[in-house]
Protein backbone atom coordinates (compact mmCIF):
# COMPACT_ATOMS: atom_id res chain seq x y z
CA UNK A 1 0.00 0.00 0.00
CA UNK A 2 1.61 3.60 -0.77
CA UNK A 3 2.22 5.72 1.63
CA UNK A 4 -0.15 9.27 1.59
CA UNK A 5 2.53 11.60 2.81
CA UNK A 6 4.43 14.21 0.43
CA UNK A 7 7.88 14.70 0.33
CA UNK A 8 10.13 17.58 -1.35
CA UNK A 9 13.30 17.19 -2.08
CA UNK A 10 15.03 20.51 -2.81
CA UNK A 11 18.82 20.11 -4.23
CA UNK A 12 20.54 22.40 -7.34
CA UNK A 13 21.56 19.14 -8.58
CA UNK A 14 19.48 17.24 -11.04
CA UNK A 15 20.91 14.03 -10.68
CA UNK A 16 20.44 14.00 -6.78
CA UNK A 17 16.86 14.82 -6.96
CA UNK A 18 16.31 12.10 -9.34
CA UNK A 19 18.28 9.76 -6.79
CA UNK A 20 16.34 11.02 -3.76
CA UNK A 21 13.16 10.37 -6.03
CA UNK A 22 14.17 6.86 -6.58
CA UNK A 23 14.54 5.75 -2.77
CA UNK A 24 11.49 7.54 -2.20
CA UNK A 25 9.30 6.42 -5.33
CA UNK A 26 10.23 2.63 -4.74
CA UNK A 27 9.20 2.79 -1.00
CA UNK A 28 5.52 4.18 -2.10
CA UNK A 29 6.33 7.72 -1.26
CA UNK A 30 4.93 11.36 -3.08
CA UNK A 31 7.61 13.24 -3.77
CA UNK A 32 8.40 16.86 -5.62
CA UNK A 33 11.80 17.83 -6.56
CA UNK A 34 12.53 21.74 -6.54
CA UNK A 35 15.81 22.81 -7.83
CA UNK A 36 16.08 26.11 -6.00
CA UNK A 37 14.88 28.19 -3.06
CA UNK A 38 12.22 29.86 -4.90
CA UNK A 39 10.72 26.31 -6.86
CA UNK A 40 10.83 24.97 -3.16
CA UNK A 41 8.85 27.61 -1.53
CA UNK A 42 5.84 28.33 -4.32
CA UNK A 43 5.81 24.49 -4.18
CA UNK A 44 4.68 24.64 -0.47
CA UNK A 45 1.93 27.05 -1.61
CA UNK A 46 0.05 24.62 -2.90
CA UNK A 47 1.26 20.89 -1.46
CA UNK A 48 0.80 19.59 1.69
CA UNK A 49 4.13 17.99 2.31
CA UNK A 50 5.26 16.10 5.34
CA UNK A 51 9.20 16.09 5.05
CA UNK A 52 11.66 17.69 3.54
CA UNK A 53 15.13 17.08 2.28
CA UNK A 54 17.10 20.42 2.25
CA UNK A 55 20.38 20.84 0.23
CA UNK A 56 22.88 23.02 2.31
CA UNK A 57 23.45 25.23 -1.05
CA UNK A 58 21.27 26.45 -3.41
CA UNK A 59 21.73 29.29 -6.24
CA UNK A 60 19.24 31.31 -4.89
CA UNK A 61 19.34 31.26 -1.32
CA UNK A 62 21.42 29.17 1.39
CA UNK A 63 19.81 26.10 3.04
CA UNK A 64 19.32 27.27 6.39
CA UNK A 65 17.86 29.99 5.03
CA UNK A 66 15.56 28.22 3.60
CA UNK A 67 15.07 25.94 6.48
CA UNK A 68 13.93 28.94 8.36
CA UNK A 69 11.67 29.97 5.86
CA UNK A 70 10.04 26.53 5.06
CA UNK A 71 9.82 26.51 9.65
CA UNK A 72 7.75 29.24 9.35
CA UNK A 73 5.37 28.19 6.73
CA UNK A 74 5.17 24.45 7.33
CA UNK A 75 5.87 24.56 11.71
CA UNK A 76 6.76 21.27 12.94
CA UNK A 77 7.71 19.65 9.19
CA UNK A 78 10.84 17.24 9.39
CA UNK A 79 13.71 18.63 7.62
CA UNK A 80 16.91 16.67 6.68
CA UNK A 81 20.03 18.71 5.40
CA UNK A 82 22.17 17.19 2.90
CA UNK A 83 25.27 18.10 1.89
CA UNK A 84 28.85 17.54 0.70
CA UNK A 85 29.95 21.24 1.76
CA UNK A 86 28.86 20.83 5.45
CA UNK A 87 29.85 18.17 8.05
CA UNK A 88 28.16 16.83 10.77
CA UNK A 89 30.45 18.23 13.57
CA UNK A 90 30.58 21.69 12.03
CA UNK A 91 28.84 24.10 14.07
CA UNK A 92 26.40 25.21 11.72
CA UNK A 93 24.88 21.54 11.53
CA UNK A 94 25.05 21.14 15.43
CA UNK A 95 23.50 24.66 16.16
CA UNK A 96 20.64 23.89 13.28
CA UNK A 97 20.08 20.45 15.05
CA UNK A 98 20.41 21.63 18.43
CA UNK A 99 17.86 24.67 17.88
CA UNK A 100 15.75 22.37 16.07
CA UNK A 101 15.95 24.10 12.89
CA UNK A 102 16.77 21.03 11.34
CA UNK A 103 16.07 17.24 12.25
CA UNK A 104 18.76 15.40 11.32
CA UNK A 105 21.94 15.97 8.27
CA UNK A 106 23.26 13.57 6.12
CA UNK A 107 26.70 13.88 4.15
CA UNK A 108 26.86 13.46 0.14
CA UNK A 109 27.50 10.57 -0.77
CA UNK A 110 24.51 8.76 1.48
CA UNK A 111 23.33 5.24 1.22
CA UNK A 112 19.66 4.73 0.52
CA UNK A 113 19.47 2.72 4.04
CA UNK A 114 20.34 5.29 5.50
CA UNK A 115 17.60 8.09 3.93
CA UNK A 116 14.80 5.10 5.16
CA UNK A 117 16.66 4.76 8.28
CA UNK A 118 15.85 8.79 8.53
CA UNK A 119 12.34 8.73 7.37
CA UNK A 120 11.40 6.22 10.40
CA UNK A 121 12.52 7.80 12.93
CA UNK A 122 10.94 11.03 11.68
CA UNK A 123 7.78 9.61 10.70
CA UNK A 124 6.39 6.44 12.77
CA UNK A 125 3.70 4.58 11.02
Keep these: MADTRSFLIVDDEPEMCWILEQVLKRSGYNCLSALSGKEAMALTENTDFHFVFLDA ?18 PGIPIVMISG ?17 IRHFISKPFNHEEILQIIRTCLPD
Design 85 to 101: YFYKDDDTIKSALSSGL
Design 57 to 74: KLPDIEGMELARQMRRRL
